[in-house]
DNA sequence: CTATTATGCATAAGAAAATTATGTATATAT
DNA sequence: ATATATACATAATTTTCTTATGCATAATAG
């Protein structure tokens, strides 16, 4: 991951958002999605987004289906059942983390 | 810092900001500050304050006063002139971080 | 009166998560 | 023919944090 390196510590959770929403992607996908939707502001190193698609299939969050597309190699990954159930738990502490970023930057608003 | 390991990467900026609003505060003041803050959610580890404070003033973002109360030591910190035209950058990343994080966990909201 | 908790600093060892730099391979555009 | 885009991967290093200590004084609880 890229730039202001805020984004460390949160692309496990991005990753799994994505993975809820479109209920299957590749890793190239995915690193394009975001700099769609963040409008080019935040790009996934692959020497991030790879391991990181790897150890959350170790843990079982992912499955991986491998799909030649054009003569192309992709690797479609999607929720397990644990993995779902994770997503909810890893979204409602990151829109607690949010809250409490925007506390600290805008404490007036908190009242 | 601990918990959801989303508040990495967001420790000097939540000094900085600290620092902006009160003028000057010492390490301690600072854990307990955002302890209240958030709650008790958020709570800086003394392994990762301190480093990071001397990490800061060694780039010459902020500056230190020794002073000796009740009997105990405290070293104030607060901004330089630099540290206050970087604290602008910081939370201007951090916002739109923020607002970058909230279009990947609710896409409908920003169109 | 003594032991724990709170205040206040610091650092070292290790883990986790990223960056940077490679490497391989095919397809498309210049 | 060469560069860019697509698509994966990993190794070395760096950054940032946790965990575990260590020291010292003050206040509170048993």
Redesign the pocket.
């Known amino acids: 991951?890229?730039?202001s390196?805020l984004?460390?510590?949160?692309?496990?959770t991005i990753i799994m958002k994505l993975l809820e929403e479109q209920h299957r992607m590749?890793?190239?996908?995915?690193?394009?999605k975001v700099k769609e939707i963040t409008k080019g502001e935040l790009?996934?190193?692959?020497?991030?987004?790879?391991?990181?698609?790897?150890?959350l299939e170790a843990e079982g969050l992912l499955d991986v289906e491998v799909e030649k597309?054009?003569?192309?190699?992709?690797?479609?990954y999607k929720l397990t059942e644990k993995g779902t159930t994770e997503t909810v738990n890893r979204l409602a502490e990151l829109e607690e983390f949010i809250k409490n970023m925007q506390t600290i930057v805008n404490p007036k608003l908190s009242y």
């Open positions: 991951m890229k730039n390196q984004y460390k510590g949160s692309l496990n590749y890793g190239y996908e995915i690193t394009q790009n996934i190193t692959e020497g991030a987004l790879y391991p990181a698609l790897h150890k597309v054009d003569n192309r190699l992709r690797k479609y």
